[in-house]
């Protein structure tokens, strides 16, 4: 099955700073590629995604980058601010029905 | 806010109980996935309705099983509960149209405690 490893576990910034998250995965047939945001107490929120046909996307602060090459997808946050403090979570769909997440990085931004 | 409600928000059962969690999907998806999210880890995947059918499961035992309801909302059913399924059930809905993936939308989820 597909296996999705997402690196760093834990990430702590200072506010203004930009973060990374790095998601590898194993399925070359993935062709969609979602991240989440999951704050305390609440579910996983897509936040931002791409597909297979483009390198990157980009929405306000937030952008993704796909390498299919290498089988990596990241996810950039600039300019951080405390309230992007959450867990972030990568994710890649091996079939049509399914989506396996990564074990999550926890993201904390201090003013 | 997804759209994406379930039911009850908190639950605390003992070992062997059975338990029925509930999903009400966004207006207009026809598609419900349910996932198992242990603490600190990421979800992972049970099982997938769609238009009342089982459209897919991950590895979890028969019994979860599940149900999808003509208004597309959806039942989650444990048995025998163990220790182990203690996590956070979410649901996540979708409208799948053909075979590309949509975005799914996940709801707050129901916090299971097993004793």
């Known amino acids: 099955g597909e296996n999705v490893e997402q690196h760093p576990s834990t990430l702590s910034v200072q506010e203004g700073d930009s973060a990374v998250i790095k998601c590898t995965y194993s399925?070359?047939?993935?062709?969609?590629f979602p991240w989440y945001k999951q704050e305390l107490g609440k579910g996983p929120q897509l936040i931002i995604d791409?597909?297979?046909?483009?390198g990157e996307k980009k929405d306000q602060r937030i952008a993704v980058t796909l390498n299919k090459t290498a089988k990596h997808f990241s996810l950039h946050i600039t300019e951080t601010q405390p309230e992007d403090s959450a867990v972030y979570f990568c994710?890649?769909?091996?079939?049509?029905?399914?989506?396996?997440f990564g074990k999550g990085t926890m993201l904390l931004v201090s003013p | 806010e997804t759209g994406v409600t379930q039911s009850p928000t908190h639950l605390i059962k003992t070992r062997g109980q059975q338990v029925t969690l509930r999903c009400s999907s966004q207006?207009?998806?026809?598609?419900v996935s349910w996932y198992q999210q242990a603490l600190g880890q990421g979800p992972q995947f049970i099982f997938q309705?769609?238009?009342?059918?089982?459209?897919g499961r991950g590895n979890f035992p028969p019994r979860f099983s599940g149900l999808q309801f003509p208004n597309y909302s959806s039942e989650l059913n444990v048995n025998a509960l163990e220790l182990d399924d203690s996590a956070l059930y979410l649901c996540?809905?979708?409208?799948?149209?053909?075979?590309?993936?949509?975005?799914?939308?996940f709801g707050p989820g129901t916090r299971l405690t097993v004793l």
């Open positions: 399925d070359s047939a993935s062709n969609y």
């Open positions: 309705y769609y238009r009342e059918e089982e459209n």
């Open positions: 207006s207009g998806h026809n598609t």
């Open positions: 994710a890649v769909p091996p079939g049509y029905s399914t989506l396996t």
């Open positions: 791409i597909r297979s046909n483009v």
């Open positions: 996540a809905s979708s409208l799948r149209r053909g075979q590309a993936w949509n975005e799914q939308f």
